[in-house]
Structure formats: structure tokens, C-alpha cells
């Protein structure tokens, strides 16, 4: 592949480097189309990257959910002191927190320190022992092959695992607000019915899937340019994980900007 071969090399000291980076970063992603992969081999490759991303990250995705659903309805509570506000308001808060920026948005960001270094790692360290050069001797797109099954089992995740946040958050909510005598399951219940829109849902999942595409492709951008050896493989981690957060954020707010 010359022109990713010709981004690699180290004589290239453009005057602007996030506009090299950001060039090279469309180049990479127009490299994932080139001389594809047999569907059949595509699909067995998304399945065995969905089960890493999506399998192995289930635990920590719960346990973060549950409890930022817990310390919401905590927090909403202790800030609800005037008696004219119905106790049902904190059910209904803690949803409209939950679906339209907890969920899609924390789940993303914690996604991202460990998908995206997980990709970023494995591509980097794959690519210093000169295994992807392999694939390529062997006339194998290594972008296809490697990266663009990791995209697509991020898209096919991420929305499931914003789902289970999703139900886990409301789920710490209610366990929070009724252990702490704070309001009854009733009330919390009619706080989760009032004023629903199920638009918010369609919002949420449609920013996960922005946020999938951004922490896969980036993460893996980042790994797949790794050059050097253990060390840089660890500095590509990080670098990895840093421009997804910030990708990530500013695609939250072009996302609210635009679709709400």
C-alpha cells in the first residue's frame, strides 16, 4: 500500500502535523476498502472482535453504570430540598441524565481507555514484530484484515453495551433512592414515566455509534503508524486514548447541537 507506506516515513516534517495527522488518518480509513476481504472472512474476523470489545467489557460497563444511576439520584435528592417539588422529579431526572449523557457518554469514555488502548496495543505491537509487514508480503490488505472488522464490531457493540448502562443507571437509581428511604419505588417510577420521549433514546444510540466509529478508528490509526518498540507501543496507547476523549467530546457536542 504506497501511500501508507509513504506516511510512515520519517523524513515528512510537515509545517501543520494535525493536518498530516488528520490527512493521513482519511488516507488510513479510504485504505480499509481497498482489496477487501471475502465476506465470509469479514464476518468471522467482527465476531471475534465483538466478543473482545463487547464481551469482556460488560463487567466494567455495569459496574460503572450502576453506580453513577446510585450517585445521581443521590446527589439530585440532597439538591431537591424545597417541599413543592414532587419526589417523582428525581425519577425523571435521573432518566433524562441517564439516556441523553451518562449512558452514551461515560460508557463511551470508559469504553475508550479500554477498547481503545486494547486496539491501539495490539495493532502497535503487531506492527514493531513486523507482523502486519507479513500480511502484507503475503498480499493481504492488513487495514482490511486487521481494522476494519474491529469498526465494525465497535458500531455492533456499543449500542448494546449503551443499552445495558442504560438499564443498569435507572436500575442504581431506584436501589439508591429506595435503600436511603429518599422516595419510594412509586414515586421513582412515576418520575421514569413523566414527559417520555423516546426520541432521547434513538439519540443516545446514534451518538454511541458516532462514538464507536471515532474510539475504533482512531485507536486503531494510532496503533497501526506505531514505529520503534515496547515503549512507543505503550506512548500509541496513550495517545490513542487521549485523541478518542477529545474526538469523543466534540462529537457530543456537534451531535447535540445537530439532532436535538
Known amino acids: 500500500m504506497p501511500i501508507l507506506l509513504w506516511l510512515e516515513q520519517d523524513n515528512l516534517r510537515p509545517t501543520f502535523p494535525f493536518m498530516k495527522n488528520f490527512g493521513a488518518y482519511l488516507l488510513f480509513l ?18 471475534d472482535e465483538a466478543i473482545l470489545i463487547g464481551i469482556d467489557s460488560i463487567f466494567i460497563v455495569a459496574v460503572v ?14 439538591n431537591l430540598t424545597s417541599a413543592l417539588i414532587p419526589k417523582s422529579t428525581i425519577g425523571f431526572m435521573v432518566r433524562e441524565m441517564t439516556v441523553l449523557e451518562m449512558a452514551p457518554t461515560i460508557t463511551s469514555i470508559v469504553l475508550a481507555g479500554k477498547v481503545g488502548s486494547n486496539i491501539a496495543g495490539g ?19 492488513s487495514t482490511s484484515y486487521l481494522v476494519l472488522p474491529k469498526i ?10 449503551v443499552i445495558i448502562a442504560m438499564f443498569l443507571s435507572i436500575l442504581g437509581g431506584y436501589v439508591a433512592g429506595t435503600l436511603t428511604d429518599t422516595l419510594t419505588g412509586q414515586e421513582y417510577i412515576t418520575g421514569l414515566r413523566t414527559a417520555f420521549i423516546p426520541y432521547n433514546i434513538t439519540f443516545a444510540l446514534i451518538k454511541s455509534v458516532v462514538f464507536a466509529f471515532l474510539i475504533s478508528s482512531i485507536s486503531s490509526y494510532k496503533g497501526y503508524f506505531t514505529t520503534g518498540g515496547a515503549l512507543e507501543v505503550g506512548e500509541s496507547s496513550t495517545k490513542a486514548v487521549t485523541s478518542s476523549v477529545i474526538a469523543l467530546l466534540i462529537a457530543d457536542y456537534v451531535c447535540a447541537q445537530v439532532l436535538l
Open 152 to 161: 465494525i464490531a465497535s458500531i455492533l457493540v456499543f449500542p448494546m453495551l
Open 30 to 47: 479510504g485504505s480499509l476498502f481497498r482489496r477487501g476481504e471475502s465476506p465470509k472472512i469479514l464476518f468471522k474476523r467482527t465476531i
Open 65 to 78: 453504570s450502576t453506580f453513577i444511576g446510585a450517585v445521581t439520584c443521590v446527589q439530585i435528592s440532597y
Open 123 to 141: 495493532l502497535g505491537t503487531m506492527k514493531i514484530t513486523e507482523q502486519v509487514d507479513a500480511l502484507e508480503v503475503m498480499g493481504i490488505n
